[in-house]
């Protein structure tokens, strides 16, 4: 082996700045970890435009299908066969039915879903008015359940086989079986009835007052929160078992990371996937039981505009409040979509590996 020693006077050759080449790495790597994700997105969006489109099909369906006779139910009995005719015109139910609905569909995507046949009042109007009960309402929920079943999934895990475990485990089962309109007479006769502490119904908009808006809500969110937090709880306590149990978390704590860091920090997030998936597929429930509890409650929301423009045939309401909550359950579960594609390792790993 031969070694080669400067001369004197002479300096080494000059290096290359090492940190260049990593530089250039990781401007190329960002935009593929991107990719992924943005596929995740349009793909999502793709599959939102088409649930909409067919929803709306159906919606429209529903009410071509229905027997009731508007001009008939407007004018009163004693309408004449040509005053009927004469309204069935102004209500455009005298065209084919694909001319109908192309023509709702291209007004509902501006905005205008038409006027209500008894009320003559805007479709659009009346949603916008019982909509934010119904979207103040679910958030709440929604929080609680997070907060709720969260809490208690992580507690379970980290008490894995232990008491609170088992404990969280027999709650979760109990609560599974209840429908909320249970949930919501038991919470109304322990809160209302018997310590009287919250109110039993009616309703406060959130913009009025925040908190008397929160001490009407906290019941009925409560009602349609806990089904959804046990099922959270369950999804959340089997995925940090499991993830608690892998190598990464194991090797971290042997290497001296503290249990709050690999918890909160690793596992938490890895097993934070299937929990979302939970909550996407809960909106839809957490929409779904508005019809019952907001009549428990005597809430002012869509549920109950739906439900009172059926009773007495008002079909252009009934097809937009339809319309509204798809738009809603298919918006919202896009999002919690798009949040776990974000968490996905499988997903960052592809970025990272393009």
Not at 26 to 32: D, L, M, N, Q, T
Not at 75 to 82: C, I, V, Y
Not at 86 to 113: C, I, K, T
């Amino acid at each position: 082996m031969s070694l080669t020693v400067a001369e004197a006077g002479t300096s080494p050759p000059e290096l290359e700045p090492p940190a260049a080449v990593p530089a250039a790495a990781a401007e190329v790597g960002r935009p593929h970890r991107v990719v992924p994700l943005v596929r995740a997105v349009a793909g999502g969006l793709a599959v939102a435009v088409t649930v909409l489109l067919l929803a709306s099909v159906i919606t429209f369906a529903l009410g071509a299908l229905s027997d009731s006779n508007p001009a008939a139910a407007v004018l009163g009995e004693t309408a004449t066969p040509d005053d009927i005719a004469r309204m069935n015109h102004e209500f455009g139910l005298d065209r084919p039915l694909v001319e109908q609905y192309v023509s709702w569909v291209g007004n509902a995507v501006q905005g205008d879903l038409g006027r209500s046949w008894f009320t003559t009042i805007p479709v659009a109007d009346s949603i916008k008015q019982a909509l934010p009960v119904d979207l103040s309402i679910a958030a709440l929920a929604l929080v609680l359940a997070i907060l709720i079943g969260g809490g208690a999934g992580i507690g379970a895990a980290l008490s894995n086989g232990g008491l609170f475990d088992r404990l969280v485990t027999l709650v979760c089962s109990v609560l599974a079986t209840l429908p909320p309109f249970v949930i919501g007479m038991a919470l109304i006769v322990v809160f209302s009835v018997k310590l009287q502490l919250l109110p039993s119904g009616g309703y406060v908009p959130i913009d009025q007052d925040p908190a008397q808006w929160l001490r009407f809500s906290i019941l009925p969110s409560l009602a349609l929160s806990l089904d959804v937090a046990a099922s959270i709880a369950r999804q959340l306590r089997t995925s940090m078992v499991t993830a608690l149990g892998d190598n990464y978390a194991i090797g971290a704590e042997m290497r001296g990371y503290g249990r709050s860091r690999v918890l909160f920090g690793h596992v938490l997030r890895n097993a934070a996937g299937p929990t979302l998936a939970v909550i996407g597929l809960a909106i839809p429930l957490i929409v779904g039981g508005a019809v019952i509890t907001e009549r428990l409650f005597g809430l002012p929301g869509v549920a109950q505009l739906a439900l009172q423009s059926a009773e007495r045939g008002d079909v252009p309401v009934v097809l937009g409040t339809l319309l509204v909550t798809a738009v809603v359950v298919v918006v919202a579960s896009s999002v919690v979509n798009v949040l776990q594609k974000a968490l996905d390792p499988t997903v960052r790993r592809q970025g990272v590996l393009r």
